[in-house]
Protein backbone atom coordinates (compact mmCIF):
# COMPACT_ATOMS: atom_id res chain seq x y z
CA UNK A 1 0.00 0.00 0.00
CA UNK A 2 1.52 3.41 -1.15
CA UNK A 3 2.09 5.67 2.15
CA UNK A 4 0.74 9.34 1.79
CA UNK A 5 1.79 12.31 3.55
CA UNK A 6 -0.91 15.44 3.96
CA UNK A 7 0.97 18.15 2.13
CA UNK A 8 -1.61 20.84 4.10
CA UNK A 9 -0.68 19.64 7.48
CA UNK A 10 3.17 19.70 6.79
CA UNK A 11 2.63 22.99 5.64
CA UNK A 12 0.75 24.11 8.40
CA UNK A 13 3.78 22.29 10.60
CA UNK A 14 5.62 24.92 8.65
CA UNK A 15 4.19 27.41 9.73
CA UNK A 16 3.84 26.67 13.42
CA UNK A 17 7.94 26.29 13.40
CA UNK A 18 8.67 29.57 11.63
CA UNK A 19 6.02 31.24 14.40
CA UNK A 20 7.98 28.56 17.18
CA UNK A 21 11.49 30.66 15.85
CA UNK A 22 9.72 33.69 15.76
CA UNK A 23 9.09 33.53 19.73
CA UNK A 24 13.27 32.29 19.55
CA UNK A 25 14.55 35.08 17.92
CA UNK A 26 12.31 37.61 20.64
CA UNK A 27 13.47 36.17 23.35
CA UNK A 28 17.40 35.51 22.37
CA UNK A 29 18.49 37.71 19.83
CA UNK A 30 16.89 40.57 19.62
CA UNK A 31 17.64 41.28 23.58
CA UNK A 32 21.61 40.04 22.86
CA UNK A 33 21.44 43.26 20.46
CA UNK A 34 20.02 45.67 23.10
CA UNK A 35 22.09 44.50 25.91
CA UNK A 36 25.31 45.04 23.22
CA UNK A 37 24.18 48.10 22.63
CA UNK A 38 23.22 49.46 26.02
CA UNK A 39 27.29 47.99 27.28
CA UNK A 40 28.87 50.33 24.42
CA UNK A 41 26.79 53.09 25.50
CA UNK A 42 28.19 52.93 28.94
CA UNK A 43 31.38 52.21 27.84
CA UNK A 44 31.31 55.32 25.35
CA UNK A 45 29.44 57.58 27.89
CA UNK A 46 31.65 56.48 30.81
CA UNK A 47 34.85 56.45 29.24
CA UNK A 48 34.39 58.82 26.11
CA UNK A 49 35.56 58.68 22.56
CA UNK A 50 38.94 57.99 21.71
CA UNK A 51 41.23 60.57 21.02
CA UNK A 52 44.52 58.77 20.33
CA UNK A 53 45.39 55.78 18.33
CA UNK A 54 46.21 53.76 21.75
CA UNK A 55 42.87 54.34 22.95
CA UNK A 56 40.90 53.59 19.70
CA UNK A 57 42.53 50.03 19.94
CA UNK A 58 41.49 49.81 23.86
CA UNK A 59 37.92 50.78 23.13
CA UNK A 60 37.78 48.28 19.96
CA UNK A 61 39.01 45.50 22.30
CA UNK A 62 36.13 45.97 24.55
CA UNK A 63 33.27 46.45 22.32
CA UNK A 64 34.64 43.11 20.48
CA UNK A 65 34.62 41.63 24.31
CA UNK A 66 31.05 43.54 24.88
CA UNK A 67 29.68 41.24 21.52
CA UNK A 68 31.15 38.08 22.20
CA UNK A 69 29.46 38.17 26.01
CA UNK A 70 26.11 39.97 24.73
CA UNK A 71 25.08 38.50 21.35
CA UNK A 72 22.28 36.28 22.56
CA UNK A 73 23.75 33.55 20.11
CA UNK A 74 24.29 30.97 23.08
CA UNK A 75 20.58 31.03 24.06
CA UNK A 76 19.48 30.96 20.43
CA UNK A 77 21.61 27.61 20.05
CA UNK A 78 19.96 25.87 23.16
CA UNK A 79 16.38 26.89 21.81
CA UNK A 80 17.36 25.46 18.45
CA UNK A 81 18.73 22.54 19.82
CA UNK A 82 15.03 22.29 21.65
CA UNK A 83 13.16 22.48 18.26
CA UNK A 84 15.58 20.22 16.55
CA UNK A 85 14.51 17.73 19.00
CA UNK A 86 10.88 18.30 19.50
CA UNK A 87 11.20 17.69 15.40
CA UNK A 88 12.62 14.16 16.07
CA UNK A 89 9.36 13.02 17.44
CA UNK A 90 7.36 15.04 15.44
CA UNK A 91 8.11 13.51 12.19
CA UNK A 92 8.13 9.89 13.74
CA UNK A 93 4.62 10.06 15.04
CA UNK A 94 2.98 8.46 12.69
CA UNK A 95 5.49 5.60 12.80
CA UNK A 96 6.79 3.04 15.18
CA UNK A 97 10.02 4.03 14.64
CA UNK A 98 12.41 4.94 17.91
CA UNK A 99 13.66 8.13 18.23
CA UNK A 100 17.84 8.72 17.91
CA UNK A 101 19.29 9.12 21.51
CA UNK A 102 19.68 13.01 22.25
CA UNK A 103 22.97 13.07 22.12
CA UNK A 104 23.13 11.25 18.43
CA UNK A 105 20.68 13.84 17.00
CA UNK A 106 22.74 17.09 18.71
CA UNK A 107 25.58 15.28 17.67
CA UNK A 108 24.78 14.73 14.11
CA UNK A 109 23.33 18.45 13.65
CA UNK A 110 26.75 19.69 15.18
CA UNK A 111 28.72 17.49 12.70
CA UNK A 112 26.77 18.94 9.31
CA UNK A 113 27.86 22.11 8.00
CA UNK A 114 24.89 25.02 6.92
CA UNK A 115 26.00 24.80 2.93
CA UNK A 116 24.01 27.41 0.96
CA UNK A 117 24.45 26.58 -2.93
CA UNK A 118 22.72 29.94 -4.46
CA UNK A 119 25.08 31.80 -2.32
CA UNK A 120 28.09 30.06 -2.09
CA UNK A 121 28.62 29.97 1.85
CA UNK A 122 29.48 27.21 3.56
CA UNK A 123 30.40 26.83 7.35
CA UNK A 124 29.46 25.16 10.43
CA UNK A 125 27.56 27.41 12.95
CA UNK A 126 29.81 28.12 15.18
CA UNK A 127 31.89 29.59 12.35
CA UNK A 128 28.72 31.45 11.28
CA UNK A 129 28.34 33.12 14.80
CA UNK A 130 32.10 34.09 14.58
CA UNK A 131 31.28 35.95 11.59
CA UNK A 132 28.21 37.87 12.33
CA UNK A 133 29.98 38.96 15.94
CA UNK A 134 33.27 40.14 13.63
CA UNK A 135 30.34 41.79 11.48
CA UNK A 136 29.18 43.39 14.32
CA UNK A 137 32.75 44.85 15.37
CA UNK A 138 33.41 46.36 12.27
CA UNK A 139 30.81 48.11 11.89
CA UNK A 140 30.34 49.76 15.46
CA UNK A 141 33.91 50.05 15.02
CA UNK A 142 33.44 51.91 11.73
CA UNK A 143 30.66 54.73 13.17
CA UNK A 144 33.78 54.70 16.35
CA UNK A 145 36.45 55.79 13.95
CA UNK A 146 34.24 57.86 12.60
CA UNK A 147 33.64 60.13 14.81
CA UNK A 148 37.49 59.48 16.18
CA UNK A 149 38.59 60.98 12.42
CA UNK A 150 35.91 64.03 12.75
CA UNK A 151 36.29 64.93 16.18
CA UNK A 152 32.18 64.45 16.74
CA UNK A 153 30.96 64.50 19.95
CA UNK A 154 29.73 61.45 21.82
CA UNK A 155 25.85 61.95 21.02
CA UNK A 156 26.71 61.97 17.00
CA UNK A 157 28.53 58.61 17.90
CA UNK A 158 25.28 56.92 20.06
CA UNK A 159 23.01 57.87 18.05
CA UNK A 160 24.85 56.65 14.22
CA UNK A 161 25.70 53.17 16.45
CA UNK A 162 21.69 53.54 17.48
CA UNK A 163 21.18 53.60 13.73
CA UNK A 164 23.04 50.45 13.14
CA UNK A 165 21.77 48.38 15.74
CA UNK A 166 17.97 49.47 14.32
CA UNK A 167 19.04 48.86 10.83
CA UNK A 168 21.67 46.64 9.24
CA UNK A 169 22.47 44.31 12.65
CA UNK A 170 19.09 43.49 12.96
CA UNK A 171 18.62 42.73 9.70
CA UNK A 172 21.49 41.00 9.69
CA UNK A 173 20.93 38.62 12.63
CA UNK A 174 17.44 37.86 12.21
CA UNK A 175 18.40 36.26 8.58
CA UNK A 176 20.82 34.67 9.88
CA UNK A 177 19.19 33.52 12.73
CA UNK A 178 16.02 32.32 10.35
CA UNK A 179 18.73 30.64 8.07
CA UNK A 180 20.00 28.87 11.11
CA UNK A 181 16.94 27.61 12.56
CA UNK A 182 15.86 25.82 8.86
CA UNK A 183 19.55 24.00 8.77
CA UNK A 184 18.76 22.76 12.53
CA UNK A 185 15.01 21.96 11.48
CA UNK A 186 16.28 19.81 8.09
CA UNK A 187 19.34 18.26 9.79
CA UNK A 188 17.08 17.03 12.65
CA UNK A 189 15.03 15.03 10.05
CA UNK A 190 18.01 13.89 8.67
CA UNK A 191 19.28 12.58 11.86
CA UNK A 192 16.26 10.44 11.64
CA UNK A 193 16.95 9.34 8.19
CA UNK A 194 20.22 8.36 8.74
CA UNK A 195 18.55 6.17 12.11
CA UNK A 196 16.41 4.62 9.63
CA UNK A 197 17.49 4.79 5.80
CA UNK A 198 15.00 1.28 5.07
CA UNK A 199 11.93 3.38 6.26
CA UNK A 200 12.78 6.58 5.01
CA UNK A 201 14.17 5.98 1.07
CA UNK A 202 13.12 9.18 -0.84
CA UNK A 203 12.54 13.04 -0.18
CA UNK A 204 10.37 15.72 -1.98
CA UNK A 205 11.49 19.35 -2.23
CA UNK A 206 8.62 21.65 -1.18
CA UNK A 207 9.14 25.23 -1.65
CA UNK A 208 6.90 28.37 -0.73
CA UNK A 209 4.76 29.43 -3.71
CA UNK A 210 4.90 33.26 -4.04
CA UNK A 211 7.50 36.12 -6.04
CA UNK A 212 10.04 36.34 -3.24
CA UNK A 213 10.96 32.21 -4.11
CA UNK A 214 14.04 31.36 -5.22
CA UNK A 215 15.58 30.47 -9.05
CA UNK A 216 17.47 27.36 -7.26
CA UNK A 217 14.17 26.65 -4.70
CA UNK A 218 11.38 26.71 -8.36
CA UNK A 219 13.59 24.82 -9.79
CA UNK A 220 13.79 22.21 -7.36
CA UNK A 221 10.07 22.24 -6.38
CA UNK A 222 7.91 18.52 -6.13
CA UNK A 223 11.17 17.05 -7.15
CA UNK A 224 11.38 13.64 -5.90
CA UNK A 225 14.81 12.70 -4.72
CA UNK A 226 16.86 9.20 -3.32
CA UNK A 227 17.19 9.94 0.64
CA UNK A 228 20.46 9.46 0.62
CA UNK A 229 21.72 11.06 -2.92
CA UNK A 230 24.51 12.91 -2.02
CA UNK A 231 23.28 15.75 -4.37
CA UNK A 232 19.90 15.93 -2.57
CA UNK A 233 19.49 19.83 -2.31
CA UNK A 234 18.86 20.10 1.69
CA UNK A 235 17.35 24.03 3.02
CA UNK A 236 18.33 26.12 3.84
CA UNK A 237 20.09 26.81 -0.25
CA UNK A 238 20.37 30.41 0.43
CA UNK A 239 20.14 32.91 3.37
CA UNK A 240 16.41 32.99 5.00
CA UNK A 241 15.40 29.72 2.75
CA UNK A 242 11.97 29.05 3.76
CA UNK A 243 12.05 25.48 1.34
CA UNK A 244 11.28 21.96 3.28
CA UNK A 245 12.07 18.47 2.74
CA UNK A 246 9.77 15.82 3.14
CA UNK A 247 10.33 12.09 3.64
CA UNK A 248 8.98 9.26 3.30
CA UNK A 249 9.03 5.25 2.15
CA UNK A 250 9.51 4.52 -1.58
CA UNK A 251 6.70 5.44 -3.49
CA UNK A 252 5.20 7.74 -0.79
CA UNK A 253 3.06 10.30 -2.53
CA UNK A 254 1.51 13.90 -1.30
CA UNK A 255 -2.03 14.02 -1.00
CA UNK A 256 -4.15 17.83 -0.27
CA UNK A 257 -3.55 21.04 -1.35
CA UNK A 258 -0.62 24.08 -0.90
CA UNK A 259 -1.35 27.33 -0.69
CA UNK A 260 -0.17 29.71 -3.43
CA UNK A 261 0.38 33.52 -3.05
CA UNK A 262 0.09 34.52 -7.10
CA UNK A 263 -1.16 38.08 -8.84
CA UNK A 264 -4.32 39.36 -9.98
CA UNK A 265 -4.97 39.72 -13.22
CA UNK A 266 -5.53 43.50 -14.62
CA UNK A 267 -3.89 46.56 -15.17
CA UNK A 268 -5.26 47.64 -11.55
CA UNK A 269 -3.15 45.03 -9.72
CA UNK A 270 -0.45 45.92 -11.72
CA UNK A 271 -0.88 49.61 -11.00
CA UNK A 272 -0.86 48.33 -7.09
CA UNK A 273 2.21 46.20 -7.16
CA UNK A 274 4.33 49.02 -8.34
CA UNK A 275 3.08 51.42 -6.32
CA UNK A 276 4.11 48.85 -3.21
CA UNK A 277 7.32 48.08 -5.09
CA UNK A 278 7.96 52.30 -5.03
CA UNK A 279 7.48 52.07 -1.03
CA UNK A 280 9.36 48.77 -0.11
CA UNK A 281 13.07 47.66 0.64
CA UNK A 282 12.91 44.73 -1.70
CA UNK A 283 9.99 43.28 -3.69
CA UNK A 284 6.67 43.34 -2.18
CA UNK A 285 5.53 40.46 0.08
CA UNK A 286 1.94 39.52 0.66
CA UNK A 287 0.97 40.16 3.92
CA UNK A 288 -2.48 39.86 4.45
CA UNK A 289 -5.81 41.23 3.24
CA UNK A 290 -4.84 45.12 2.54
CA UNK A 291 -2.94 43.48 -0.09
CA UNK A 292 -5.48 41.23 -2.05
CA UNK A 293 -5.57 44.44 -4.40
CA UNK A 294 -2.18 43.06 -5.84
CA UNK A 295 -2.06 39.57 -5.05
CA UNK A 296 -4.33 36.37 -5.06
CA UNK A 297 -3.99 34.14 -2.59
CA UNK A 298 -5.49 30.09 -3.95
CA UNK A 299 -4.90 26.83 -2.96
CA UNK A 300 -3.46 24.21 -5.17
CA UNK A 301 -3.54 20.26 -5.66
CA UNK A 302 -0.21 18.52 -4.18
CA UNK A 303 0.33 17.17 -7.57
CA UNK A 304 0.60 20.70 -9.31
CA UNK A 305 3.93 21.72 -10.57
CA UNK A 306 5.53 24.21 -9.67
CA UNK A 307 6.17 25.80 -13.40
CA UNK A 308 2.69 25.09 -14.91
CA UNK A 309 0.99 27.38 -11.57
CA UNK A 310 3.51 30.03 -12.54
CA UNK A 311 2.71 30.06 -16.54
CA UNK A 312 -0.46 30.97 -15.03
CA UNK A 313 0.09 33.93 -13.43
CA UNK A 314 0.04 37.69 -15.01
CA UNK A 315 3.11 38.59 -16.36
CA UNK A 316 3.82 41.31 -13.98
CA UNK A 317 3.64 38.36 -10.95
CA UNK A 318 6.23 36.42 -13.36
CA UNK A 319 8.75 39.58 -14.05
CA UNK A 320 8.44 40.21 -10.56
CA UNK A 321 9.45 36.54 -9.36
CA UNK A 322 12.20 36.23 -12.32
CA UNK A 323 13.27 39.45 -13.66
CA UNK A 324 12.03 41.01 -16.60
CA UNK A 325 14.82 39.22 -18.73
CA UNK A 326 13.96 35.85 -17.68
CA UNK A 327 10.23 36.47 -17.89
CA UNK A 328 10.02 36.95 -21.02
CA UNK A 329 12.42 34.12 -21.93
CA UNK A 330 9.90 31.65 -19.64
CA UNK A 331 6.59 32.83 -21.50
CA UNK A 332 7.42 34.29 -24.51
CA UNK A 333 10.32 31.80 -25.49
CA UNK A 334 8.79 28.68 -23.70
CA UNK A 335 11.95 28.12 -21.80
CA UNK A 336 11.72 25.78 -18.53
CA UNK A 337 12.63 27.04 -15.68
CA UNK A 338 15.57 24.25 -15.01
CA UNK A 339 17.25 26.28 -18.02
CA UNK A 340 18.10 29.16 -15.55
CA UNK A 341 19.89 27.33 -13.13
CA UNK A 342 23.18 24.64 -13.15
CA UNK A 343 23.56 21.30 -11.88
CA UNK A 344 24.78 22.72 -9.00
CA UNK A 345 21.97 25.19 -8.45
CA UNK A 346 23.42 28.24 -9.36
CA UNK A 347 22.08 30.53 -11.15
CA UNK A 348 23.08 31.18 -14.92
CA UNK A 349 23.69 34.50 -16.08
CA UNK A 350 22.38 36.04 -18.45
CA UNK A 351 25.25 36.13 -20.81
CA UNK A 352 25.70 32.28 -20.08
CA UNK A 353 22.16 31.44 -21.00
CA UNK A 354 22.60 33.64 -24.57
CA UNK A 355 25.26 31.67 -25.28
CA UNK A 356 23.47 28.32 -24.46
CA UNK A 357 19.87 29.39 -26.13
CA UNK A 358 20.97 32.17 -28.71
CA UNK A 359 17.99 30.90 -31.35
CA UNK A 360 15.75 31.90 -28.43
CA UNK A 361 17.30 35.62 -27.29
CA UNK A 362 16.96 36.17 -31.39
CA UNK A 363 13.92 35.38 -31.92
CA UNK A 364 12.65 37.48 -28.92
CA UNK A 365 14.85 40.26 -30.30
CA UNK A 366 16.65 40.04 -26.97
Known amino acids: MTITINL ?28 TYRLIRLLIIDGGLPRTPKQLETIEKRIQRIIELNSGWADYTKDMQEAALYE ?13 AKNEILSFIGEQMIVMEQSKQAGFWD ?26 TVNQVLK ?9 LKTRAESLARTAFTHYVQQARRANVSAHPKYYQEAIFVAVWDNRTS ?6 SKKRFK ?34 IGGKSGPAAKEAFEKKEASTDGKPKYRGKRDKDAFDPTTVRSDTSHEAWLRRQPRWFVESSLGTTRAKLFLDGKLSLSKFTDMTGRTITLN ?6 STVFKRLGL
Open 8 to 35: DAQLMHEVYLDRLNSGYINASVYPGLEE
Open 127 to 152: EFITGNNAGRNQRIMSMVRQGYSRAE
Open 227 to 260: ADDPKLPIPPLHPNCRSTLIYGPEGFELTGQQVA
Open 352 to 357: ELEQEE
Open 215 to 220: LICRTN
Open 88 to 100: VRYMLRNTELTPP
Open 160 to 168: NIRAEFDGT
